[in-house]
């Protein structure tokens, strides 16, 4: 290793020290051992594992992850199935993730009022399905939907909608949601942790009993996420990059199945699939959290454990032929212009995941010290690139993305790209960048067992890629034992001509689109109720007590000689976090974020750009500077042995950064394709329409200075904007393990200050427009879908007394599969994919309240849908039961929910902009216990109906009926550059 360059007085000892300090991994054989609980369960768990996991087997052959933790009142709650969509029959591709929607409409117990009238009628529709299937007369298609449509409306009569919705927000669940992989599928909540057995009941009931009903309008939302898929051109390349690198696994398949089979469905087959692989032994359950093994397994075997194992089929999969050249394919589309490298590996089992993740992080490391990082993107060569790994249980993927600059080809950005990957081949890297990636790895690792939910999905993605769990332990100590020598040779042999390349240019999309058939919208009773849910939701436990922050005694504040505020908290982890927070931001100053982003790609006296990035990379140190509104932060992270050190790096930073012209150039270079990019991001437009609908084009988001206003800035001026942040007076905040006193002495030392501080400018304020009438904004855009955005604003800013309001709108009407307006818009009518609402509170007290509404839907749908989301924004839908279980449900969720130490100091800050002290949950959960219908029909009636709400519209224009859109307002075309303001 060799020897540091930066303050000698660190030396070589403090390398040393800090690999040592980091080996919780290391020193292990990590040996599997069997031992028994305190009631007898045997049980088996790997040495020196940082998680605890017990691993139990259930009598039926269910295997049971354990991993317990006290730091929460919540557990993290996975079923997985050994069973993706690799496993499906080739004439019903789709299978595995159309079951996995349908595990959420009930059971013959669960979702119905009357199974015994309901399955014969389902009996039938499954009968028709597999008669539509096997005829290509188009007419005669037509005729058997057409029955399918009539037997349906009479089965939705039986039906109990939504029920397992209801009975997940009875239990307090949050992220309620599945998955469906090429290998295996899951289904996870997180529960209080007093809500294991009722959860054990509800799911084990589900996994082993599932009904197709209401089949054919979840089927149009299958429709509508395949034809959502044509519009995301991340989804594309995904696609276009498994057809090029697979052509006999059946990876090459997208999971969600090919347009003709999901024309062509079975019922028949999805039963037959189920029956085969969703069987104990092929299951696995894992439990992270506040939860006792010898009080889970028990509830476990009687609620699970009632089911009986069953043989599995083998399958196996055809092996792959190696790729002896490169295999080229395009893509179209009007958005940016990209390309994806990308190498076939073994699957995550083997030493290929090994050695690709060290070569992963030679490449690229969150853009601190990789090669493309240095060599491209921080050199300007190209406009970015990154670098990423995919790895399933028979194959991984190394790929590499790259956007080409202004007038760059898309040939020259992957040439570029595979020059470095040979740089690696010719062992052109520093040695010690194995130990520094590996020791960042730990980090993050470390980091990630702070939250149960991270912990389960360590679980999951092991054993359910088939990687023995002791192995998954052991993976970051042998990552140590990896040399240069092992990679270089690793390199040469995997990554050669066997490569694909994925051209997206700019040009116009190829779309295939799953047509829909004429589809009743169904009449379902809310009111109906299944026994099982009747006896459910009254069996609740006791309830737990709300732990609260005293954010007051907790941080006191200590004010410094020069009137300054240093906050301080004291965490054990071993890790530290520092900040600056100054009271000026873009609002104050909108060249601040350019500056800092200037500022970022600069060295100092002693560093180049590229060498400063290495060191702090080498040490483990995570730096960063950024601008919100009103305020400019500067947050240090890393480990608290190198506290000091990394304090005396920042201020270094700060004293001796070096101005240098030609990368201000670039810079400005890479902003213009930046702008450019983000007109392109979706994501991007949606947030800037909402923008330009309230305020108009004078907004934040469209208040950037304008490429030629940076051309004609001094960039040694730019950089004096960045040393003048250290003039306004600000707040610094510490959490670790050393004293208050030490800390204040060592920032002391280091933090210049001048002897009185500058007065703080104005901010740049922005007036809201009148919106006194209702208002469309329709945008063309190239795609399938229609996409809409509505909001309505309120002359109200943040208050405390509305958060319990918010929270019950949000989870009750308007956000989540069981609330109103997605039931309603999406499960009853199959209007949209998605749809839903929600109270957005601003973060300041000048800004107004909003309520916000969203649908996806077909383009022919775009006015049916819209009317139905201002019907049931304009006259609340009220379903007392509803209503109940979902005030239960917010309440538990405080009752459960801890805030992570973590976020303490970040959340306190921003109660101090909102002139508050404490914790507002507290009085959250005091107006939830005291909600009453009638109390939110009042907040409804004030805050939520509107009449002048303000529609944005994006899709492709030639699609759209515009006469139909007049009753919501006076039409008005944009643009991305009337949004964006360039």
């Known amino acids: ?127 028709l399905y597999e008669q539509h299937r096997f005829t290509d007369n188009e007419e005669e298609k037509k005729l058997i939907y057409a029955k399918i449509d009539s037997l349906s409306t009479i089965a939705a009569g039986y039906v109990a909608p939504n029920e397992f919705s209801k009975l997940a927000a009875a ?64 989804r594309q390349l995904f696609y276009a990059l498994l057809d090029n690198l697979f052509k006999k696994h059946p990876y090459k398949r997208p999971v969600i199945g090919f347009p003709e089979h999901l024309k062509n469905p079975s019922m028949v087959n999805i039963h037959r699939f189920f029956n085969t692989y969703y069987v104990p032994n092929n299951m696995v359950i894992i439990l992270s959290g506040e939860v006792v093994p010898e009080q889970a397994i028990p509830v476990l075997e009687k609620y699970f454990g009632k089911y009986g194992e069953k043989e599995l089929p083998e399958v196996t999969f055809p092996k792959e032929d190696p790729i002896t050249e490169p295999r080229v ?89 595979r020059e470095e990957i040979e740089k690696i081949k010719r062992g052109e890297f520093e040695e010690w960048l194995l130990e520094a990636i590996v020791n960042n790895m730990k980090l993050t690792h470390i980091q990630g067992l702070e939250s149960s939910i991270t912990k389960a999905s360590y679980i999951l ?53 799953v047509e829909k058939p004429d589809i009743t919208p169904l009449t379902l009773n809310n009111e109906n109720e299944s026994d099982f849910t009747k006896q459910f939701v009254h069996q609740e436990p006791e309830g737990l007590t709300p732990q609260f922050v005293d954010y007051k005694s907790t941080f006191p504040g200590t004010k410094l000689k020069n009137g300054m505020d240093f906050y301080f908290l004291k965490d054990t982890t071993g890790l530290f976090s520092f900040r600056y927070i100054i009271p000026a931001g873009k609002d104050h100053d909108g060249l601040l974020p350019f500056a800092m982003r200037y500022f970022r790609e600069l060295g100092t006296s002693k560093f180049t750009p590229d060498s400063l990035k290495k060191e702090l990379f080498r040490y483990g140190i995570s730096f960063s500077i950024s601008a919100s509104d009103d305020k400019s932060y500067i947050n240090v992270r890393g480990l608290d042995e190198y506290f000091k050190e990394a304090v005396e790096l920042t201020e270094h930073i700060f004293a001796d950064v070096q101005n240098d012209p030609e990368i201000y150039r670039k810079q400005i270079e890479k902003e213009k394709v930046s702008r450019e990019l983000q007109k392109d991001n979706v994501r991007a437009i949606s947030a800037h329409a909402q923008q330009y609908m309230l305020y108009g084009g004078n907004n934040s988001f469209a208040n950037d200075p304008s490429v030629s206003t940076l051309e004609s800035q001094d960039p040694a001026a730019m950089l004096e904007k960045i040393a003048h942040l250290f003039n306004y007076k600000h707040t610094i905040y510490y959490a670790g393990n050393r ?28 007036n809201y427009l009148p919106l006194n009438s209702p208002g469309v904004y329709f945008m063309d855009y190239d795609m399938v879908q229609a996409q809409v955005r509505m909001v309505a604003k309120n002359d109200v800013p943040y208050s405390p007394e509305l958060l319990a309001y918010k929270e019950m709108y949000d989870n009750y009407y308007g956000v989540g599969l069981g609330s109103i307006i997605f039931q309603e818009i999406r499960e009853s009518r199959a209007l949209a994919y998605s749809s839903g609402s929600y109270y957005q509170m601003e973060v300041t007290n000048d800004e107004d ?25 304009d006259t609340l839908k009220f379903d007392p039961e509803k209503f109940e279980i979902a005030r239960k449900a917010a309440i538990k969720s405080l009752e459960s929910n801890r805030v992570p130490q973590k976020y303490w100091f970040g959340r306190y800050m921003g109660f101090l902009d909102k002139g508050i002290d404490y914790d507002v949950r507290e009085t959250q959960y005091k107006m939830l216990q005291e909600m009453t219908p009638e109390k939110f029909m009042d907040f409804f009636s004030k805050y939520i109906r509107n009449s002048n709400k303000q529609y944005f519209i994006r899709s492709k224009k030639e699609n759209i ?20 303001g360039y």
């Open 461 to 513: 993605y092991s054993v359910m890629y088939g990687v023995p769990y002791e192995k998954h332990v052991a993976f970051l100590s042998e990552l140590d034992k990896v040399t240069k020598e092992d990679v270089v040779s690793f390199a040469r042999e995997r990554y050669a001509d066997n490569y694909t390349l994925i051209y997206k240019r700019k040009g116009e999309k190829q779309l295939r689109q």
């Open 849 to 873: 309240n909003v309520v916000v509404g969203y649908v996806g839907t077909q383009a022919n749908k775009l006015s049916e849908a819209m009317h139905a989301l201002e019907g049931l924004m």
């Open 171 to 234: 239990m307090g669940a949050t992220g309620v949601n599945a998955a469906t992989t090429y290998d295996f599928t899951y289904y996870r909540e997180n529960i209080p942790s007093n809500e294991l057995e009722r959860w054990a009941e509800l799911e084990s009931e589900r996994m082993n009993n599932v009904v197709l009903r209401l089949f054919h309008t979840e089927l149009e939302t299958v429709y509508e996420e395949y034809n959502r898929a044509q519009d995301n051109d991340g």
């Open 329 to 417: 394919s395009e893509l179209f589309s009007k958005e940016e212009e990209k390309v994806i490298l990308a190498y076939r590996l073994n699957g995550k089992n083997t030493d290929d995941y090994k050695y690709s993740m060290i070569m992963d992080g030679l490449l690229s490391n969150s853009g601190k010290a990789g090669l493309l990082d240095i060599n491209l993107n921080q050199a300007a060569k190209v406009h970015a690139t990154s670098s990423s790994l995919l790895f399933l249980k028979d194959y991984g993927i190394h790929y590499f993305s790259g956007i080409p600059k202004k007038e760059q080809s898309l040939e020259e950005v992957q040439t570029l790209v």
């Open 1 to 127: 290793m060799k020897n540091i360059s930066w303050m000698k007085k660190v030396g070589l000892s403090i390398v040393i020290t800090f690999f040592i300090n980091i080996s919780l991994f290391g020193q292990s054989d990590f040996v599997v051992k069997e031992s028994q609980d305190a009631i007898g369960n045997t049980y088996r768990y790997v040495t020196d594992d940082p998680m605890d996991t017990r691993i139990y087997k259930l009598e039926n052959g269910m295997e049971v992850y354990i991993s317990p933790s006290n730091d929460e009142s919540r557990i993290q709650a996975m079923v997985a199935v050994k069973a993706g969509s690799a496993v499906e029959p080739l004439e019903s591709t789709g299978l595995a993730h159309y079951l996995e929607h349908m595990l959420f409409k009930g059971t013959s117990r669960i979702g119905t009022v009357n199974w015994n009238a309901e399955k014969p009628l389902l009996d039938q529709i499954s009968e």
């Open 961 to 980: 009926d515009f006469e139909s859109l007049k009753p919501f307002g006076e039409l008005k075309e944009i643009t991305r550059e009337d949004i964006f």
């Open 739 to 766: 004293s208050e006193k030490e800390v204040i002495r060592i920032v002391k030392k280091s933090h210049d200050l001048p002897k009185t501080f500058a007065e703080i400018p104005a901010k740049k304020e922005y």
